[in-house]
């Protein structure tokens, strides 16, 4: 059991009124937020410990680069890599696809090959592989999706054939919540000598994630949306991998030598981290998994797997209200539209009450194409949530109902 009060009590943002109601925020999928613990940790690396790191001998350079070094290992032990060498530090997600796509994946790829990604992608894991495509005369597949929005398997053998270079695919679907069967698509692709890479932007707050049990050569996600700062996320790559692959950008910190004929850059991890890091991004980070793992990640999962069944029933339990995306598997996420009201109003009047939660296409516009509508109202939960703000989303609802009649 969590001791919810004295969690929310960890996170100061909660408690404030908002258009003069208690806030509750159900808009964690956009972005979390942050415990004291996360917020301590950065103030105090500016106020004690602020050097660049790898570079200076002196005490302060040698203090950062520990805190720096020390938060690698933690993302490490989070997503059960084998090694440091193994996580890049890198601003987010988005970050981290568009690395893989120009280091890993554009060097391969000739006129006619194929990259294979999924209908309900973020258009992070979209726009880099169409760029790409665009660059290279490959063309871009999309693995289909059904009605309650999951994946529809029945074609991935011819999906995934002798032409496919890459399989990226979202762990977790930030528009629907659904919960891809990642490690058998990873399989079904690695029989055929497919690397994977694993958007996990939306899996990495809400479950344990194992790479090495999944098997997947790419792990990307945003440390924004796990209680850690903007700015800062990982790339966790197969090391023989990493090693393979050119640098992706060049600057300082990635290099052995250099001199005008020659550079030699540095090894695994610092040959992807040009230029002086998000530091104090990184040690938050570090300090956001303690968090975490203090609490159990298991025991979070459990409790936001109850917010999400509660709120679930009694949404469905409401007349001319429309659940988008009722996966047998999910998690966090629930989109929504209610009959005859644009979703941007929805979000509107949720404000008014004090509700966050965001209206839109979510950056996954082929989701809403798929399902014919402009845009959702999306709740999304995060450990610190409660039963009462499952209450106040249906109260909501009710009082949108209500000014619409
Ligand atoms: N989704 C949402 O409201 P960045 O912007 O790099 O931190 O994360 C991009 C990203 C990639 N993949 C998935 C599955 C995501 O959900 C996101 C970000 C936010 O749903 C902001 S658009």
Not at 257 to 274: D, G, I, M, R, W
Request: charged share 20%; hydrophobic share 45%; net charge negative.
């Amino acid at each position: 059991m969590l001791d919810l009060q004295a969690i929310r009590n960890d996170f100061p943002i909660l408690d404030q009124e908002v258009n003069g109601y208690p806030l509750v925020y159900l808009d964690n999928a956009a972005s979390s937020q942050k415990p004291v613990q996360v917020i301590d940790a950065v103030a105090n690396y500016y106020r004690q410990d602020n050097a660049n790191v790898h570079r200076g001998v002196h005490k302060l350079s040698q203090r950062a680069t520990d805190a720096y070094e020390g938060s690698r290992s933690k993302v490490r032990d989070f997503l059960h890599a084998k090694s440091d060498k193994e996580i890049v530090f890198v601003r987010g997600a988005t970050e981290a696809i568009n690395l893989i796509a120009q280091s890993f994946v554009r060097p391969m790829l000739n006129t006619g090959d194929e990259v294979l990604i999924s209908h309900m992608e973020h258009h992070a894991n979209i726009v880099p592989w169409q760029m790409l495509c665009e660059q290279t005369g490959a063309n871009l597949k999309v693995i289909p999706m059904t009605t309650i929005g999951e994946l529809d398997l029945s074609t991935i053998d011819e999906l995934l054939n002798e032409r496919t270079k890459i399989l990226a695919v979202g762990h977790v679907s930030n528009a629907l919540g659904t919960i891809n069967p990642i490690k058998d698509m990873i399989k079904k692709a690695h029989a055929k000598d497919i690397p994977v890479l694993i958007d996990g932007a939306q899996a990495v707050p809400h479950m344990v994630v194992d790479v090495q049990d999944l098997d997947c050569d790419f792990y990307v996600f945003s440390g924004h949306k796990m209680f850690a700062p903007t700015g800062i996320g990982a790339l966790y790559g197969k090391q023989e991998l990493l090693e393979a692959m050119p640098p992706w950008q060049g600057g300082g910190d990635m290099i052995l030598s250099v001199s005008f004929e020659h550079t030699q850059y540095n090894e695994l991890p610092y040959k992807f981290e040009a230029g002086t890091p998000n530091i104090a991004g990184a040690i938050g980070m570090g300090t956001a998994i303690d968090y975490m793992q203090g609490l159990g990640i298991a025991n979070l999962a459990q409790h936001e797997h109850e917010l999400l069944v509660a709120a679930t029933e009694k949404v469905t339990a409401l007349e001319g209200v429309k659940i988008i995306g009722t996966a047998k598997q999910k998690a966090s996420v629930l989109s929504f539209m209610i009959e005859g009201v644009h979703p941007h109003d929805v979000g509107t009047i949720f404000d008014q009450q004090g509700v966050a939660i965001r209206t839109g296409h979510h950056c996954a516009q082929p989701v809403m194409q798929f399902f014919g509508i402009p845009a959702t109202a999306r709740a999304s939960f995060a450990f610190y949530n409660t039963m009462e703000e499952v209450d106040a989303l249906v109260m909501g609802i009710k009082k949108v109902q209500e000014l619409f009649a």
